[in-house]
Every structure is written in structure tokens, then in C-alpha cells.
């Protein structure tokens, strides 16, 4: 591992507030490193008179923080000893009353006796840097931390659990196997034999069997071809996997009074956009996100698309084209119970670029639209009642087809949404493409190998192999302070 210089001393022992400041039952604040538990002895008294340095791993404590015989808060003191612990180095928690005087007061005292406050994310840089996990790993965490949905949730887990790390591990593991091959074959090419283990497909999976064998370029070409399947299967996923991770951008327009705002209020389930018989009640963008069938959606409720009568509109009417420039998919909402109009039309034109489901709303009402007209322009079309909360369900399922062209599930194994580990696959997939091409074209083992060794790389950047300072910085300054 290239642990290059580092601004700050990775020894010292750090702290931080690892709980949002606010009011709640519980706030904690987290310390790390080899002089935990003597701070924890200066500030912390137990129940039973016991200081915390002679507390057993993994235990709790009830008792205070005191400062100068002061007592500032009821805690409960958590130990956990290197180096079975998340940094694995000895780490204290202190769970307090969570409110922004006792978890200040309590970190400042904490700071005092000989901590300093963690810079961000640091305390999982250093679950990195001491070898508890692996750099997938640990930007696995923030995709926890920051997952909107369900199904965002599950992926980080089975990230942070190792997932992604396992299928890389056991690609450069056969990538390793073949270089070998074709390294003994460089450096011996006058023996027949060359004293390396033979490839084998086992339970579906490229596996390695004990055994001597000759250089075999057809098998070494299976195996390559497989790895470049592998990798383009992961590169196929993540393009869809990323939605789960950033969610897509979702922008209702329309005429004013067609119910925009009662649609929006119909996908929240709740009251959010004011309703009203008013055209232009909408003045500006409003957005929410919310979690359809598992996919985080930004739902933008625009102002209705008209030629501005004052200043006013005509912001409002720049904002809302602006978003729908923006948006990923647009909801364009008809008024079913009028006629279309040519502000209707005109709209549906400007929209010939842009992913769309067309919404014809307010069918409680008489319906007086040309619907016809509307199904030879747009492939999707569906009939809802926002104010009766009818067919919202079809729109839904509308907007995940759509998403997703019904091939895409959350239950696939492997879903990467990093952007970073994407790159660096594409990449890695690219040299395996071109050492399979070299292999084909019979061009010398130095080529093929070559190929080989800077794909490996690559998937060395992902799991941190190989890392600079800057990479880190840049990773770990996404995190809070606490984490």
C-alpha cells in the first residue's frame, strides 16, 4: 500500500461529535487512537469508581463527565479496544444528551486532555489506512449515509459488506495467474513447460487447479474473454445502478391551472404545493424528492408555461424552462375537461427532444380533449385524476418503465453507483479488450502482458492498492467530521 505523506499525524489521538447537533435523546461523541482511554480517564467518572482504562472491551458504563468536580452530563461510556474496533485502535463513545450546549461542552473537554478534532471522514481514513477495510469499502459508508431510498440503502451495504471488493479480488487474482504465465513464458521461452498452475472453470466461475501445463493461448484467451464479460456486465449494470445512488430529476409543466401542484401534492401524498381554481398560483420551482419503487426521484413542480404578463411571470417562466432543460425525464399534464389549446401545442414541441410521459389530468371531469392527437405525438400517455388521487399508481409504474426499460432490478449481485470505481472499470475493461486483441493478432507476450499489468492497476485504484493524498483528501472530505 502507497501510504504517501499525510498532512497530519495519523498517531494522534482525534475526536468528534458523531450524532447531528441538535435537540434528541441521544448524542455521541466519538474518540480514536492510542490515548483514548486515558482521556476517557481524565473527564469520565464511573458509578463504580473504575476508570475507563480498566473497562473490558466492548462494555458500556453508566456514570458522568465532570470537569474541575463539575458535573456536566449524564453519559453512558462505550469501550472498544483495538484492534476489534472501526479505525482498529481503541475507541471510546460517549453517549450523552444530545443538545448543542452538553455535546460542545463535552467535546471541548474531550479536546482539552489531549485530543484534537477529526478532519472529515477521518475516522473511516483511518479504518482504511490501518487495513479494516479496503477503499471501496469506506466510500461504501457515505453511500449509507447518504442513501435516500430502500434500495440505495441495500446496495452501500452489500458494498460496505464487500461485495464489489470480492468480484475485483478474484479478477486480479486470475489476471495475476495469466501474467504469470506469460512472464515465465518471457523470461523461459525455450521450455516446453512452464511450471505454472493451469486454469479450470469450476461451478461456473473461472477457478485454478494445481498442475503443471504448457502455455495454452486458447485457454488464456477463455479466460480473458470471460473477464472482459465480467467487467462489461458490471459496466452494463451501473448505468442504471447510479439512479439508485443520485436518483433522476423528474420536472412537471404544463399550462397554468392544468394540476401540476395537485399532481405533485398526489406522487407526495401529502399537501405540499398550494391548490387553487387560480391559474398561475405557481410562481416559482418546487422540489421534493421521493422514493418510487425504489428509485429516489426529484420531483420539480414548475410555474405554468404562458407568455409573462409582468416581470414576475416572466422569471417564473425562465426558471421553469430552465428546469426542464435540466430534467431527466419531463411529466407534460394536460387538462382533460378542455380542449387543446396552441400554448399546448407549442409546449409539446419544445419538448421533442426530452424523455416524456404525456398526463391527461381531470378525467372526474367531462373529458372535452383530443386525445387522439395526443397518442400520435407521445408513446407514453396516461389518464389520471390528481385530485382523486386516480391511476397515480400507473403513472408510477410509467415513470420506473421508463427508467429502467423493465430489464433492470434492484436484486442484481453487484450494482456499482461510484463514479470513480465506474472509471476505472471502463478502463480496466478497455486494457483486458486489448490484450484479448493482442493475444489474437499473435503479437508477442510482452504486449499481452503489458495490457494485462495496466488493467490491474486500475482495479488497484478501486480497492486502494495504490492511492495519493490528493485521491484521499478529495474521498474523505465528502464525509462529516463525525464519521
Same mark, same amino acid.
Given at each position: 500500500?502507497?501510504?504517501?505523506?499525510?498532512?497530519?499525524?495519523?498517531?494522534?489521538?482525534?475526536?468528534?461529535?458523531?450524532?447531528?447537533?441538535?435537540?434528541?435523546?441521544?448524542?455521541?461523541?466519538?474518540?480514536?487512537?492510542?490515548?483514548?482511554?486515558?482521556?476517557?480517564?481524565?473527564?469520565?467518572?464511573?458509578?463504580?469508581?473504575?476508570?475507563?482504562?480498566?473497562?473490558?472491551?466492548?462494555?458500556?458504563?453508566?456514570?458522568?463527565?465532570?470537569?474541575?468536580?463539575?458535573?456536566?452530563?449524564?453519559?453512558?461510556?462505550?469501550?472498544?479496544?483495538?484492534?476489534?474496533?472501526?479505525?482498529?485502535?481503541?475507541?471510546?463513545?460517549?453517549?450523552?444528551?444530545?443538545?448543542?450546549?452538553?455535546?460542545?461542552?463535552?467535546?471541548?473537554?474531550?479536546?482539552?486532555?489531549?485530543?484534537?478534532?477529526?478532519?472529515?471522514?477521518?475516522?473511516?481514513?483511518?479504518?482504511?489506512?490501518?487495513?479494516?477495510?479496503?477503499?471501496?469499502?469506506?466510500?461504501?459508508?457515505?453511500?449509507?449515509?447518504?442513501?435516500?431510498?430502500?434500495?440505495?440503502?441495500?446496495?452501500?451495504?452489500?458494498?460496505?459488506?464487500?461485495?464489489?471488493?470480492?468480484?475485483?479480488?478474484?479478477?486480479?487474482?486470475?489476471?495475476?495467474?495469466?501474467?504469470?504465465?506469460?512472464?515465465?513464458?518471457?523470461?523461459?521461452?525455450?521450455?516446453?513447460?512452464?511450471?505454472?498452475?493451469?486454469?479450470?472453470?469450476?461451478?461456473?466461475?473461472?477457478?485454478?487447479?494445481?498442475?503443471?501445463?504448457?502455455?495454452?493461448?486458447?485457454?488464456?484467451?477463455?479466460?480473458?474473454?470471460?473477464?472482459?464479460?465480467?467487467?462489461?456486465?458490471?459496466?452494463?449494470?451501473? +448505468?442504471?445502478?447510479? #439512479?439508485?445512488?443520485?436518483?433522476?430529476? &423528474? @420536472?412537471?409543466?404544463?399550462?397554468?391551472?392544468?394540476? !401540476? $401542484? %395537485?399532481?405533485?401534492?398526489?406522487?407526495?401524498?401529502?399537501?405540499?404545493?398550494?391548490?387553487?381554481?387560480?391559474?398561475?398560483?405557481?410562481?416559482?420551482?418546487?422540489?421534493?424528492?421521493?422514493?418510487?419503487?425504489?428509485?429516489?426521484?426529484?420531483?420539480?413542480?414548475?410555474?405554468?408555461?404562458?407568455?409573462?404578463?409582468?416581470?414576475?411571470?416572466?422569471?417564473?417562466?425562465?426558471?421553469?424552462?430552465?428546469?426542464?432543460?435540466?430534467?431527466?425525464?419531463?411529466?407534460?399534464?394536460?387538462?382533460?375537461?378542455?380542449?387543446?389549446?396552441?400554448?399546448?401545442?407549442?409546449?409539446?414541441?419544445?419538448?421533442?427532444?426530452?424523455?416524456?410521459?404525456?398526463?391527461?389530468?381531470?378525467?372526474?371531469?367531462?373529458?372535452?380533449?383530443?386525445?387522439?392527437?395526443?397518442?400520435?405525438?407521445?408513446?407514453?400517455?396516461?389518464?389520471?385524476?390528481?385530485? +382523486?388521487?386516480?391511476? #397515480?399508481?400507473?403513472?408510477?409504474?410509467? &415513470? @420506473?418503465?421508463?427508467?429502467?426499460?423493465?430489464?433492470? !432490478? $434492484? %436484486?442484481?449481485?453487484?450494482?456499482?453507483?461510484?463514479?470513480?470505481?465506474?472509471?476505472?472499470?471502463?478502463?480496466?475493461?478497455?486494457?483486458?479488450?486489448?490484450?484479448?486483441?493482442?493475444?489474437?493478432?499473435?503479437?508477442?507476450?510482452?504486449?499481452?502482458?503489458?495490457?494485462?499489468?495496466?488493467?490491474?492497476?486500475?482495479?488497484?485504484?478501486?480497492?486502494?492498492?495504490?492511492?495519493?493524498?490528493?485521491?484521499?483528501?478529495?474521498?474523505?472530505?465528502?464525509?462529516?467530521?463525525?464519521?
Amino acid at each position: 500500500m502507497n501510504s504517501e505523506m499525510i498532512k497530519y499525524d495519523i498517531n494522534d489521538t482525534i475526536a468528534a461529535i458523531s450524532t447531528p447537533i441538535g435537540e434528541a435523546g441521544i448524542g455521541i461523541v466519538r474518540i480514536s487512537g492510542k490515548d483514548a482511554l486515558s482521556v476517557a480517564n481524565r473527564i469520565f467518572v464511573s458509578k463504580d469508581g473504575k476508570n475507563p482504562s480498566n473497562f473490558k472491551t466492548y462494555t458500556t458504563h453508566y456514570g458522568w463527565i465532570v470537569e474541575k468536580s463539575e458535573i456536566i452530563d449524564e453519559v453512558i461510556l462505550t469501550v472498544m479496544r483495538a484492534p476489534k474496533s472501526y479505525t482498529k485502535e481503541d475507541i471510546v463513545e460517549i453517549n450523552c444528551h444530545s443538545g448543542i450546549v452538553a455535546l460542545r461542552r463535552i467535546l471541548d473537554l474531550v479536546l482539552e486532555n489531549g485530543a484534537r478534532l477529526a478532519e472529515p471522514g477521518e475516522f473511516t481514513k483511518r479504518a482504511f489506512l490501518n487495513g479494516r477495510i479496503d477503499l471501496a469499502q469506506a466510500e461504501a459508508v457515505l453511500d449509507i449515509i447518504r442513501a435516500k431510498t430502500d434500495s440505495a440503502l441495500k446496495i452501500g451495504a452489500q458494498q460496505l459488506k464487500g461485495a464489489l471488493s470480492k468480484q475485483i479480488n478474484q479478477i486480479r487474482r486470475i489476471l495475476l495467474d495469466i501474467l504469470s504465465v506469460l512472464e515465465a513464458n518471457i523470461d523461459f521461452p525455450e521450455e516446453e513447460i512452464s511450471p505454472v498452475r493451469n486454469f479450470a472453470q469450476q461451478d461456473g466461475n473461472i477457478g485454478i487447479s494445481n498442475g503443471i501445463s504448457a502455455l495454452d493461448s486458447e485457454d488464456i484467451a477463455g479466460k480473458l474473454e470471460h473477464i472482459n464479460k465480467e467487467l462489461k456486465a458490471i459496466l452494463d449494470n451501473s +448505468k442504471t445502478a447510479r #439512479i439508485f445512488r443520485e436518483g433522476i430529476q &423528474v @420536472v412537471i409543466c404544463g399550462k397554468p391551472n392544468v394540476g !401540476k $401542484s %395537485s399532481l405533485l401534492n398526489a406522487l407526495l401524498r401529502q399537501e405540499r404545493s398550494i391548490v387553487t381554481p387560480v391559474a398561475g398560483t405557481t410562481r416559482d420551482t418546487i422540489e421534493e424528492v421521493i422514493d418510487i419503487r425504489g428509485i429516489p426521484i426529484r420531483i420539480v413542480d414548475t410555474a405554468g408555461i404562458i407568455e409573462p404578463r409582468d416581470l414576475i411571470e416572466k422569471k417564473a417562466v425562465q426558471h421553469s424552462r430552465r428546469q426542464i432543460s435540466l430534467a431527466d425525464l419531463v411529466i407534460l399534464l394536460f387538462d382533460g375537461s378542455r380542449r387543446l389549446s396552441k400554448d399546448d401545442a407549442l409546449l409539446a414541441r419544445k419538448l421533442k427532444k426530452k424523455s416524456v410521459i404525456a398526463v391527461i389530468n381531470k378525467i372526474d371531469l367531462k373529458q372535452k380533449i383530443e386525445k387522439d392527437e395526443i397518442l400520435k405525438r407521445f408513446k407514453y400517455v396516461i389518464d389520471i385524476s390528481a385530485k +382523486k388521487f386516480k391511476n #397515480i399508481n400507473l403513472l408510477e409504474d410509467a &415513470v @420506473v418503465n421508463l427508467v429502467y426499460n423493465g430489464k433492470v !432490478k $434492484s %436484486s442484481e449481485p453487484i450494482l456499482v453507483t461510484n463514479l470513480r470505481h465506474i472509471e476505472a472499470i471502463k478502463e480496466a475493461q478497455k486494457l483486458v479488450a486489448e490484450a484479448l486483441n493482442s493475444l489474437d493478432n499473435r503479437l508477442s507476450p510482452e504486449f499481452v502482458a503489458q495490457g494485462i499489468k495496466d488493467a490491474l492497476l486500475y482495479l488497484d485504484d478501486i480497492l486502494g492498492r495504490r492511492f495519493s493524498e490528493d485521491l484521499l483528501d478529495k474521498i474523505f472530505s465528502e464525509f462529516c467530521i463525525g464519521k
